[in-house]
T-cell receptor, first 115, second 110 residues
Framework: GDSVTQTEGQVALSEEDFLTIHCNYSASGYPTLFWYVQYPGEGPQLLFRASRDKEKGSSRGFEATYDKGTTSFHLRKASVQESDSAVYYCALSFNSGGSNAKLTFGKGTKLSVKS | EAAVTQSPRNKVTVTGGNVTLSCRQTNSHNYMYWYRQDTGHGLRLIHYSYGAGNLQIGDVPDGYKATRTTQEDFFLLLELASPSQTSLYFC?????????FGPGTRLTVL
């Protein structure tokens, strides 16, 4: 079945550090890829998505580029802030009949940023 | 903006107990979902629905039932709760690509 593998566990950075969270997927087809962010005490929320090869998604200084060749969608940010501390999930979905279908999530990566 | 609410926010029950978790969305979305979130596993889909009376099986359905009574309301039922079902449960809804999540229900099975 479809699966998403992302940087496991926790990433600890200082403010203004560069962030990379790796995400690779395995799917029999051409999925839409997502990054969701979950702040403490809240449900996940969409950060951005990309639907085709070489498309770049971005939001709040975060970005990721869909790479079908390497089946990757790595999350990057040039300069993290303490407020970016959260759990980040990579996910994929296959659009079904024009409506949303289920998401397959990675296991999540907890980002902790200290000032 | 989509609004998804869940109740209760916290629940403690005993092994073998009967639990119902409730979810309501007020944005007329067709799709609704139930997930569980566990350390080391991330978010896993239990059941989902694309409309009133419809139910689709997710990736970890064992021990769970669900029912979608209206477009707004989606319920998760644990009829014989077990300690392995101790988890944080999220409901979500969507109309297109984006899923909107509720605040979660923390369930503890003693």
């Amino acid at each position: 079945g479809d699966s998403v593998t992302q940087t496991e566990g926790q990433v600890a950075l200082s403010e203004e550090d560069f962030l990379t969270i790796h995400c690779n997927y395995s799917a029999s087809g051409y999925p839409t890829l997502f990054w969701y962010v979950q702040y403490p005490g809240e449900g996940p929320q969409l950060l951005f998505r990309a639907s085709r090869d070489k498309e770049k998604g971005s939001s709040r200084g975060f970005e990721a580029t869909y790479d079908k060749g390497t089946t990757s969608f790595h999350l990057r940010k040039a300069s993290v802030q303490e407020s970016d501390s959260a759990v980040y999930y990579c996910a994929l979905s296959f659009n079904s009949g024009g409506s949303n279908a289920k998401l397959t999530f990675g296991k999540g990566t907890k980002l902790s940023v200290k000032s | 903006e989509a609004a998804v609410t869940q109740s209760p926010r916290n629940k403690v029950t005993v092994t073998g107990g009967n639990v119902t978790l409730s979810c309501r969305q007020t944005n007329s979305h067709n799709y609704m979902y139930w997930y569980r979130q566990d350390t080391g596993h991330g978010l896993r889909l239990i059941h989902y629905s694309y409309g009133a009376g419809n139910l689709q099986i997710g990736d970890v359905p064992d021990g769970y039932k669900a029912t979608r009574t209206t477009q707004e309301d989606f319920f998760l039922l644990l009829e014989l709760a077990s300690p392995s079902q101790t988890s944080l449960y999220f409901c979500a809804s969507s109309a297109a690509y984006e899923q909107y999540f509720g605040p979660g229900t923390r369930l503890t099975v003693l």
